[in-house]
T-cell receptor, first 114, second 115 residues
Framework: AQSVAQPEDQVNVAEGNPLTVKCTYSVSGNPYLFWYVQYPNRGLQFLLKYITGDNLVKGSYGFEAEFNKSQTSFHLKKPSALVSDSALYFCAVRDKINFNKFYFGSGTKLNVKP | NAGVMQNPRHLVRRRGQEARLRCSPMKGHSHVYWYRQLPEEGLKFMVYLQKENIIDESGMPKERFSAEFPKEGPSILRIQQVVRGDSAAYFC?????????????FGDGTRLSIL
């Protein structure tokens, strides 16, 4: 079965500091991995994806993610956090047979303090 | 706004009533997906539809829940005889195709509360 895990329910970081939101995956073969962000009372917004190619993927709003096959991880990063980055972040993996299915992690709440 | 539109944003029903949730996909998208999000949890896949066809309903409860995506009009998620446990946020997403490198685009959800 395919799945992703987000080991941290919450991440706190000061504005201007680098941030990391962790995600590990369990997938046979090469995964299709995605990060989404959810602001209060809103739907999920796509940030970035890894399909193939460079392990470092750049996305929206200055976010990037590093695919690490040996550690089966796809951590979300940003060099300098903003207060406006405070939101709920979801990692997801796409089923490679049934493309319609995404498996989402339980989410990590990011708090960026001024 | 050409995004995924869901209505209503909030829906209150009493136990035993019916709830109807609507979703209009992005322009040009013919693939619709419904998810349920319980508080403090991630999204759980419910059903995948194309126009006039249910492709995958493996995440849908066997009873009381149904979904459709007619040739004309929005996709509808219908919950009959609602119970307290149906209280959740229901999200619709759409994509132009089910291809592996296409992200899904989400609506802002319908928050269903059962009294």
């Amino acid at each position: 079965a395919q799945s992703v895990a987000q080991p941290e329910d919450q991440v706190n970081v000061a504005e201007g500091n680098p941030l990391t939101v962790k995600c590990t995956y369990s997938v046979s073969g090469n995964p299709y991995l995605f990060w989404y962000v959810q602001y209060p009372n809103r739907g999920l917004q796509f940030l970035l994806k890894y399909i193939t190619g460079d392990n470092l993927v750049k996305g929206s709003y200055g976010f990037e993610a590093e695919f690490n096959k040996s550690q089966t991880s796809f951590h979300l990063k940003k060099p300098s956090a903003l207060v406006s980055d405070s939101a709920l972040y979801f990692c997801a993996v796409r089923d490679k047979i049934n493309f319609n299915k995404f498996y989402f992690g339980s989410g990590t709440k990011l708090n960026v303090k001024p | 706004n050409a995004g995924v539109m869901q209505n209503p944003r909030h829906l209150v029903r009493r136990r035993g009533q019916e709830a109807r949730l609507r979703c209009s996909p992005m322009k040009g998208h013919s693939h619709v997906y419904w998810y349920r999000q319980l508080p403090e949890e991630g999204l759980k896949f419910m059903v995948y539809l194309q126009k006039e066809n249910i492709i995958d309903e493996s995440g849908m409860p066997k009873e009381r829940f149904s979904a459709e995506f007619p040739k004309e009009g929005p996709s509808i998620l219908r919950i009959q005889q609602v119970v307290r446990g149906d209280s959740a946020a229901y999200f619709c997403a759409s994509s132009p195709s089910p291809g592996g490198n296409q992200p899904q685009h989400f609506g802002d959800g319908t928050r269903l509360s059962i009294l």
